[in-house]
């Protein structure tokens, strides 16, 4: 079975410029989580999905991010204008979620590096 | 203060040794603790995941153990290989009514040399 698929892997550009990462999550899983992470640093959520709707995005900067999940499937995640700060490793991950509300395993996939000259 | 302390935050054994990871909490109410491996440039993957009834349980060569007391956690690598280098992250996911919300530690990232 296919897991959590994103990409690009790394992406280069300079500040002001806009940039999309693309995540597929796993077959089935209803949730789907965007997180940054920085060198050293654990991930930071920034929006999570349960199929279409966007049920927590109180940590996305949304004067410059945005995030979509068309169809309650994949989802993009874009940045514009991206800023020096926002060099990072952006995971997507998914998961199902559980009788109750809680979260099931979480599979991420490898992250797309991006770095802004 | 982040809610979820790992110690150390970096360790070098040799390969064949034995280690432990700490994290301690302070958020609450708890749901239950995990323990991820990420190796550098890859996504964490899943180790071991603990609800409040369980006090240890084991994955092969790794073994996470529960205070939910004490709220702390360990996470023992039995015989290590070169291939346990990564950063060991732990992250206690919390309810608040019918939510859920996951924190994470930053990690301690083990270093096995031969």
């Known amino acids: 079975e296919a897991g959590v698929v994103q990409s690009p892997r790394y992406k280069i550009i300079e500040k002001k410029q806009p940039v999309a990462f693309w995540c597929n999550p796993i077959?089935?899983?209803?949730?789907l989580y965007w997180y940054l992470q920085n060198l050293g640093q654990g991930p930071e959520l920034l929006i999570r999905?349960?199929?279409?709707?966007?049920?927590?995005d109180s940590q996305l900067p949304k004067d410059r991010f945005s995030a979509e999940r068309l169809k309650g499937v994949d989802s993009t995640l874009k940045i514009q204008p991206a800023e020096l700060g926002d060099s990072a490793v952006y995971l997507c991950?998914?998961?199902?979620?559980?009788?109750?509300?809680?979260?099931?395993?979480?599979?991420f996939g490898e992250g797309s590096r991006l770095t802004v000259l | 203060k982040n809610q979820v302390e790992q110690s150390p935050q970096s360790l070098i054994i040799l390969e064949g040794k034995n280690c432990t990871l700490q994290?301690?909490?302070?958020?609450?109410?708890?749901?239950?603790l995990r323990w991820y491996k990420q190796d550098t440039g890859r996504g964490p993957v899943s180790l071991t995941i603990?609800?409040?009834?369980?006090n240890t349980k084991s994955n092969g060569r790794y073994t996470a153990t529960l205070d939910a007391d004490t709220k702390q956690s360990s996470l023992h690598i039995t015989a290590s290989q070169l291939s346990d280098s990564a950063s060991y992250i732990c992250?206690?996911?919390?309810?608040?009514?019918?939510?859920?919300?996951?924190?994470f530690g930053k990690g301690t990232l083990l270093t096995v040399n031969p």
């Open positions: 603990m609800t409040f009834s369980e």
């Open positions: 992250v206690v996911s919390v309810r608040g009514g019918s939510n859920y919300k996951l924190t």
């Open positions: 991950a998914s998961s199902l979620v559980l009788t109750g509300g809680a979260f099931g395993e979480l599979f």
């Open positions: 999905y349960e199929n279409e709707e966007a049920v927590d």
């Open positions: 077959s089935g899983h209803n949730t």
């Open positions: 994290c301690n909490y302070t958020v609450s109410p708890f749901s239950n």
